[in-house]
């Protein structure tokens, strides 16, 4: 912190030093140094503040909106309600009731827990071993699990749904299954960067006092891999919690069967009977909620995941 | 060691094995064979050759609109996005108070999902316009121009947290030595600073740029299939799949083996980018 105060001025003084051959007659030349640096600070404050206001503006507008009549949400969207437009609680109750919000939101909460966890313990183990196993065919299976990291999603999508359907995996279990497949590619590639770097003593040592591999990876594998372990949960949780076309495509759009994006979109669509604006905004909110709850106590780590795993990937 | 270990492959590899080809490289590869037949469902298909290409990039194809405005789009936000979030880095790594609030606050649009997304904006701007007397569905270009909007309120922070992470790493002697020897702000970071974070830039760029050619839930929401001149790629491949006259979905199949040999070479481009980067350095 204090090299980067240093840095700083470093970076203002030639600038500030102009400022002040200018005003030298005016002022000290401390002063100006001074003023020149708070100046340039306001400007970057005001910048800053514009910009958290531009990040602000959509989720004050659909909060607002939120609690008003439906007639005023397409009328006038950015106004606050007034007791003429407030509706109170209403929209909540209706668009939970129409969508069967607390279904989907469950079924999310599940799909994305459950996969994560799976992606998680079962890409660690594969990674390790892929890793320390070193013939042609470990090498093979890795590559054309990378490989899957490249191709978009249309490529498989229709033919997906049909196996989903054979295999009856058109259900909440069963898209967890679909979900470990689909996140194997990243998950694995990432685990697998994290053990070149472990050293093999302490396996080789777990082994020599009894473990079998199993065990060896449990006790002393996963632990070291805490850190990577959380960045690719992280990663994981954010892309299957908001994920819509696979639910779409596997879960199908029956109500209260499929999780919060697909509902959404087909609450918007007008899905779930006509088109409720109010309620619409209502499950916006809410489904919003759950994301800045989970942004709050986790975004140390949320930021450090992202870096990392933008950094490998 | 390694023979040991090999008689434990089942244990280890099976279960994310049995996932991964069930879910990804059986459909994978169906998903090749059926570009090449006429394919109504999983049972209901039969060869039909190259047809399904001529279909789908011949006359009266969607396709090439698509692939321009994906273009287009693509690069209009990997722009936008990396220099906004290049510049918010900048202000946020000069040591100011709340710096840590306010990367807080920018990243958080991420962790909103697309559909979501689209929709929000969808009301704000269908709610801005219709102060000026028309709608986001009048003309495309309202579409094309609030895709961006969309997306760098949803990107720039993520590939500002990135840009912050590389600027704290250029060593303070650097910047210093260059103040000393007479260089302005501008010319520091343009001499001296950029050329530090080639890496970040590198990454951005190319994290921009493939999500831009597979971005599919906000064009979704935010205008969808009521303005076609506005579907990107993946919408246009989504749409000619379960919307085409004679019911044949290996159209829509053909384009999607394009759309991938298509991300594919952006993605070796990118690797071979860094491997070379490495060699070097």
């Known amino acids: 912190m204090a090299e980067e105060k240093k840095q700083e001025k470093q970076q203002n003084a030639p600038v500030a030093e102009n400022a002040a051959a200018v005003t030298l007659q005016k002022g000290g030349k401390d002063r100006s140094i001074k003023n020149s640096k708070i100046v340039g600070n306001v400007f970057t404050y005001i910048v800053l503040v514009l910009a958290a206001g531009l990040v602000f503006f959509p989720l004050l507008v659909v909060f607002m909106n939120s609690f008003k009549a439906k007639l005023y949400i397409s009328t006038s969207p950015f106004t606050f309600p007034t007791a003429e437009t407030f509706v109170g609680f209403t929209n909540y109750v209706t668009g939970i009731k129409q969508s069967d919000f607390f279904s989907s939101l469950l079924n999310s909460l599940l799909i994305t827990v459950c996969s994560t966890m799976l992606i998680l313990i079962l890409c660690s183990m594969a990674a390790w071993f892929l890793t320390r196993v070193q013939t042609w065919w470990t090498k093979v299976i890795y590559y054309v699990i990378i490989f899957s990291m490249i191709v978009p999603f249309q490529m498989v999508m229709l033919p997906l749904a049909g196996v989903a359907g054979i295999l009856k995996l058109k259900n909440v279990w069963g898209i967890i299954l679909i979900y470990v497949g689909f996140g194997a590619g990243l998950s694995t590639f990432m685990y697998s960067g994290f053990v070149k770097g472990v050293p093999v003593d302490i396996e080789e040592s777990a082994m020599i006092d009894g473990c079998n591999p199993l065990q060896t990876f449990f006790h002393v594998v996963f632990p070291v891999m805490k850190p990577t372990t959380i960045t690719i949960a992280i990663l994981n949780v954010m892309w299957i919690w908001n994920d819509y076309l696979l639910p779409y495509q596997v879960l199908g759009t029956t109500k209260g069967k499929t999780t919060l994006p697909v509902a959404i979109q087909i609450a918007m669509q007008g899905g779930y009977g006509d088109v409720n604006m109010g309620g619409f905004m209502a499950m916006i909110v809410l489904t919003i909620i759950p994301v800045i709850v989970f942004y709050l106590f986790g975004q140390k780590y949320i930021i450090k995941g992202v870096i990392s795993g933008a950094v490998k990937g | ?281």
């Open chain 2, 1 to 281: 060691m390694q023979r040991y270990y090999k008689k434990w492959a089942p244990i280890f590899l099976a279960p994310l094995l049995i996932c991964f080809i069930g879910a990804f490289l059986v459909p994978f590869f169906m998903g090749v064979f059926f570009s090449f037949t006429k394919y109504r469902t999983i049972r209901d298909f039969s060869f039909n050759g190259v047809s399904n290409f001529v279909d789908a990039f011949g006359k009266g194809s969607t396709f090439w609109h698509a692939l321009g405005m994906t273009v287009a789009f693509v690069c209009v936000s990997v722009i936008l996005i990396n220099v906004f979030a290049l510049a918010l880095a900048l202000l946020l790594t000069k040591g100011l108070k709340g710096s840590a609030f306010f990367r807080s606050l920018f990243f958080m649009p991420n962790l909103i999902g697309g559909i979501v997304l689209g929709w929000i904006w969808n009301l704000i701007l269908n709610g801005f316009l219709m102060s000026l007397g028309t709608n986001l569905y009048a003309k495309p270009a309202y579409g094309f121009w609030g895709l961006v909007l969309v997306t760098c309120w949803q990107q720039v922070g993520y590939m500002m947290v990135i840009y912050i992470a590389a600027l704290m790493n250029v060593p303070v002697e650097l910047t210093e030595s260059a103040q000393i020897d007479g260089a302005n702000k501008w010319q520091t970071i343009k001499n001296v600073t950029i050329p530090m974070i080639v890496p970040a830039i590198t990454i951005c760029t190319f994290l921009t740029l493939t999500n831009g050619f597979k971005l599919f839930d906000q064009n979704l929401a935010l205008t969808g299939s009521s303005v076609p001149e506005d579907q990107l790629l993946a919408l246009d491949i989504y749409q000619t799949m379960f919307n085409n006259a004679a019911g044949n979905m290996g159209i829509g199949q053909a384009k999607a083996l394009v759309f991938f040999l298509i991300v594919a070479a952006i993605s070796g481009l990118q690797v071979f980018l860094s491997r070379k980067k490495e060699v070097q350095a």
